[in-house]
């Protein structure tokens, strides 16, 4: 079973809109980071949150992280068709921190 | 900076047969993970290997095996295989030791057992 769950499961947004999603995990975790996915090809690393951080921006990314609800959020401002892509968020825990856990992914799609 | 590669990029497989999968770690890294990603869910982790011993294991059988060089390439090896092991392989190199979490993934290998 996967550790996170991301929602909404595809996400359709018109070019210079904001798009967000969401990320609940199941158990206490020592990081979480979101990775995107082009077309079921390799991931990207975006952006890592440490369990003892509330929030962090890299470019136009801005993570949030609340572990007394289990959830992260992951903020695209200002889409761009480069955008359309996969999104997951993968959770470590502390006892196994080499051994990332993914959710099933949100599929974004941005309109030109 | 050479990034994370794998080989072949495709592969079609009877069930039953044998298959071996490749990696190159990121020039720099010691720390290599496998991953099994089935269409539309996201990836699964099998296990990882570091300074050539398998340091962690996902829940899969033990015909998934792997192997890990002195120059941090990896194989991914998988026995007897099953029409639900057709997936995206993927392979992501890190470097153990490191104060970062972060996993550089491969273009992955799209496996189709027939």
């Known amino acids: 079973s996967q550790q996170g769950e991301e929602d909404p499961q595809a996400l359709s947004i018109q070019e210079g809109e904001n798009a967000t999603m969401n990320c609940s995990y199941k158990?206490?975790?020592?990081?979480l980071q979101w990775y995107r996915q082009n077309s079921g090809r390799g991931l990207v690393h975006l952006i890592l949150i440490r369990s003892n951080e509330r929030e962090k921006h890299s470019g136009r990314l801005r993570v949030t992280l609340d572990t007394s609800k289990k959830s992260s959020s992951l903020l695209i401002t200002a889409s761009r068709a480069a955008d359309t892509a996969s999104y997951f968020c993968?959770?470590?825990?502390?006892?196994?921190?080499?051994?990332?856990?993914f959710g099933a992914g949100t599929t974004v799609t941005v309109r030109a | 900076e050479t990034g994370v590669t794998q080989s072949p990029t495709h592969l079609i497989k009877t069930r039953g047969q044998q298959v071996t999968l490749r990696c190159s770690s990121q020039s720099g890294h010691n720390t290599v993970s496998w991953y099994q990603q089935a269409l539309g869910q996201g990836p699964q982790f099998i296990f990882q290997y570091y300074r050539e011993e398998e340091n962690g294991r996902g829940n899969f059988p033990p015909r998934f095996s792997g192997l890990q060089f002195p120059n941090y390439s990896s194989e991914l090896n998988v026995n007897a295989l099953e029409l639900d092991d057709s997936a995206l392989y993927l392979c992501?190199?890190?470097?153990?030791?490191?104060?970062?979490?972060?996993?550089?993934f491969g273009p992955g290998t799209r496996l189709t057992v027939t």
């Open positions: 158990t206490s975790i020592n990081n």
């Open positions: 992501a190199s890190s470097n153990r030791g490191r104060i970062s979490y972060e996993q550089y």
């Open positions: 993968a959770t470590t825990k502390w006892d196994n921190d080499y051994k990332l856990s």
